[in-house]
């Protein structure tokens, strides 16, 4: 008799374990699923973020490159490039322009670019080219060099107001509500001997 | 994995043991034992995720501004040798050995630090570029300009010919490195969170440009050869000549004094173009008639070639435009002068005021008024 219990004991506790695994089974997919879904939400989050900083990076490199290229464009004139013609500041604003020309998330609303060059002698700027009208061309402070009698300043200003370019929804809200635009711009003076 | 292994000890889930289920029944509870570590995984995984992302993230911003930073103080370096190399030029241009302004003379030194000498064009550009340069502070934010002149052409240039110095003594190469600490903010929690606490609050970052005089037509900075002036004098000289010597039906010929070019050093065989433009007239009344060439000299004055010739017989004025070249090297010099062999009615300049004559060395070019004295300074010229 304490034989057949014990089988049936055993029987049972096979059947409890059975039935307990299949559970855990169930519920560790559940788990996982739930999981998944949270660490997939964070890291979509993590890499839109990093996206959008990505790109503040790329357009700031872009703008710093632009102003140089622009720049040292504008400075090669007379002396300099055995007596050519100095380029007109017009030209130099377009150097700048086509480095930023057709940049995802820029547009000619929210960027700019503005070259200036000044005259021997003089006391501010001569010649002013803006490339993009928009409030972001103005034109760069002037400053005169400090042999004003013999050489001359170019300068250039490219500016961006930026969004983020990933406007991804949390809660229901745009990242373009919720993360601050930035304005990045920077204004490179070159030296320019008549 | 592992964290599955670690077994939650709170009161909760002390109720359900599965070992205590275990002394009471033969078969362990494993929902209770899935239900007590529920949540362990995700929270441990969060956990890390955070603290590896912020490293990641972290460390990732901060070199992205010190990168940020480097484009800056290249741009900066840039300028300032620019500015720098214009300084050369125009004192190679001037055969001098200083700059314009001489409290602003930094030529006859090998080189220098903004933080200690900033009179000069490459520390104003510099700071103009937003590095003011005031020294470099360890651990704190902080940048340096330097700069050194040099009679090597650098390394990663491949110009020719290779220029040791300018006339005038000045070395024809300089070199600005502009260094900057870099604030960091992620990193230097990071290194403070491992007890480096004197360190991490700067990355440095460096920026550097090297520039100078060329022989040959390059971008940047100053791509020409630095020529001495090229004097003309006296071109009214022809008026008194003509007047004096040449006076009333008079023959005569006359030569001009030469129209002096650049003498710097220029590859071997360096065909130079040459165009020459002007008029030459009678004045008034007063007849003249011959002929009026120009002439050039390839060598320095030793031999004369006419490039062009023109027969004046009328009043008024006659074209005198011609082209022609020279193939030069070294320091050989372009002569121009104009020889008139004349018969004049009366007496006349043969560049009377109101006439000009234009000297044309490629596409500088200068235009002298008749009847006066001018000088010329022909800055510069491109070799082709």
Redesign the interface.
């Known amino acids: 008799m304490r034989a057949i219990e014990k089988i049936k004991m055993r029987s049972s506790s096979r059947i409890e374990r059975t039935e307990g695994g299949a559970q855990l089974s169930q519920d560790s997919f559940g788990q996982a699923l739930i999981e998944t879904a949270l660490f997939s939400m964070v890291l979509v989050l993590m890499l839109a973020l990093a996206a959008n900083f990505v790109y503040v990076v790329y357009v700031g490199a872009g703008i710093t490159s632009a102003g140089r290229q622009s720049a040292t464009y504008a400075a090669q004139g007379q002396q300099a490039t055995a007596g050519k013609a100095l380029p007109a500041v017009s030209a130099a604003c377009q150097i700048a322009a086509n480095e930023v020309n057709g940049w995802a998330g820029l547009s000619s609303t929210n960027w700019g670019a503005y070259a200036a060059s000044s005259a021997v002698g003089g006391g501010s700027w001569t010649n002013t080219s803006s490339c993009a009208g928009n409030s972001n061309s103005t034109a760069p402070t002037y400053n005169a060099d400090p042999e004003p009698a013999t050489f001359t300043v170019n300068a250039v200003k490219v500016s961006a107001t930026l969004s983020p370019l990933v406007n991804f929804s949390i809660l229901g809200k745009k990242a373009s509500t919720i993360l601050p635009s930035a304005t990045y711009g920077r204004t490179v003076f070159m030296r320019q001997l008549n | 994995m592992v964290f599955q292994t670690v077994h939650r000890t709170d009161a909760t889930c002390k109720k359900t043991q599965p070992w205590q289920n275990r002394q009471h029944?033969?078969?362990p509870?494993?929902?209770n034992?899935?239900?007590c570590e529920?949540g362990q995984?995700?929270t441990v995984?969060?956990g890390a995720?955070v603290v590896m992302?912020s490293v990641l993230?972290g460390s990732?911003?901060d070199m992205?501004v010190a990168?940020?930073h480097k484009?800056?103080a290249?741009?900066a370096a840039?300028?300032a040798c620019?500015?720098g190399a214009?300084?050369m030029?125009?004192a190679a241009?001037n055969g001098s050995t200083s700059?314009?302004?001489t409290a602003?003379n930094f030529l006859s030194s090998s080189s220098g630090d903004c933080a200690t000498n900033s009179s000069n064009?490459m520390c104003?550009?510099a700071k103009?570029?937003g590095y003011a340069s005031l020294g470099l502070t360890s651990n704190t934010p902080s940048n340096d300009v330097q700069w050194s002149m040099s009679t090597t052409q650098p390394a990663n240039s491949n110009s020719s010919p290779t220029l040791t110095k300018t006339l005038n003594g000045v070395p024809a190469y300089m070199n600005v490195a502009v260094t900057e600490n870099v604030p960091v903010t992620f990193m230097g929690i990071f290194a403070h969170s491992l007890g480096m606490m004197n360190s991490w609050n700067t990355i440095q970052v460096a920026g550097h440009c090297n520039c100078g005089l060329e022989g040959t037509?390059s971008?940047?900075?100053?791509?020409?050869?630095p020529f001495v002036a090229g004097i003309i004098d006296n071109w009214g000289s022809f008026e008194p000549i003509a007047a004096v010597t040449c006076w009333s039906n008079a023959s005569c010929s006359m030569t001009s004094s030469p129209v002096i070019g650049p003498n710097n050093p220029v590859p071997s065989n360096t065909v130079v173009p040459v165009t020459v433009g002007g008029r030459a007239a009678g004045q008034g009344g007063e007849s003249i008639s011959g002929s009026v060439e120009g002439d050039i000299s390839c060598d320095g004055g030793k031999t004369w070639k006419s490039f062009d010739t023109i027969t004046i017989n009328v009043l008024g004025s006659s074209p005198l435009i011609g082209n022609t070249s020279c193939t030069i090297s070294n320091t050989n010099q372009i002569y121009l002068r104009v020889a008139a062999n004349l018969r004049l009615g009366s007496a006349g300049p043969i560049f009377p005021a109101g006439n000009s004559y234009t000297v044309q060395i490629?596409?500088?070019s200068v235009t002298i008024p008749g009847g006066s004295t001018t000088s010329l300074h022909i800055?510069?010229?491109?070799?082709n």
């Open positions: 029944n033969s078969a509870d494993l929902r034992l899935h239900r529920s995984t995700i995984w969060l995720i992302s993230m990732a911003y992205s990168w940020m484009q800056w290249d741009t840039q300028a620019t500015a214009m300084d030029l125009y241009n700059t314009p302004v602003y064009a104003y550009y103009l570029n037509t971008s940047v900075p100053a791509n020409t050869i490629n596409s500088a800055t510069s010229f491109q070799n």
